[in-house]
């Protein structure tokens, strides 16, 4: 079953979401809850999908960066962004570390910020010390473009949202982002814009 995809304007979205409780994750509603946002994020697709954008103010994510999404990229653009498949995982009370806080900015989009993307920059690699769907403790270890799936998917459980962090003068519709940013590179964009280079 697929879940209704809540947009920007929703209250859900803007506040800090709970930590389930042990009995809370064994519990069959959660586990439903987690198959159904898992075929949710692949029916929209998504990389990524936060309790709070179905409407549900839990500290839970899926992940999922399946390599088919990766096809329209480049080997360079790939590299550039530090991007490979990742496959599906559940996170749940979340806790991230940035491991490396060099900045890493790309074009960024989300389910719940239907239609648009932005230049968002964030922490290259990171560390997150989480449950899994059966409740056991898991660490994931992520650099470049999973590093910046999880920042994003984290955030929404703190009620924040990527246009809080973007490059404001970047803001586009995915369309214009199809037809006038595909294939340059970050630089090239920051340009574009008249917007400074950045280092790092």
């Known amino acids: 079953m697929v879940l209704k995809i809540v947009q ?3 209250p859900v979205l803007r506040r ?3 930590d389930l409780t042990p009995e809370e994750i064994a519990s069959p509603e959660t586990q439903r809850l987690i198959e159904m946002m898992r ?22 994510v899926v992940v999922e960066d399946r390599a088919e999404y990766q096809a329209g990229l480049t080997a360079k653009e790939l590299a550039a962004r530090e991007r490979a498949p990742v496959p599906f995982h559940v996170l749940i009370n979340p806790k991230l570390v940035v491991e490396d806080a060099t900045p890493a900015e790309f074009h960024e989009g989300c389910l719940s910020v239907s239609g648009f993307a932005a230049l968002v920059a964030r922490a290259r690699g990171v560390r997150v010390e989480a449950l899994n769907e059966q409740g056991q403790p898991v660490t994931v270890h992520a650099r470049g473009w999973y590093a910046r799936i999880l920042q994003h998917e ?5 009620g924040t949202l990527y246009v809080d962090r973007m490059e ?3 803001f586009t519709t995915a369309e214009n982002h199809r037809r006038h940013h595909t294939g340059k590179t970050t630089a090239e964009l920051r340009a574009e814009l008249g917007l400074p280079e950045k280092n790092g």
């Open 154 to 158: 984290l955030d929404h459980l703190d």
């Open 16 to 18: 800090k979401a709970r």
């Open 39 to 60: 075929d949710t994020m692949r029916d929209a697709p998504g990389v990524g999908l936060a309790a709070p954008q179905v409407g549900v103010g839990l500290r839970l």
């Open 8 to 10: 920007a304007g929703e």
């Open 168 to 170: 404001s003068r970047s």
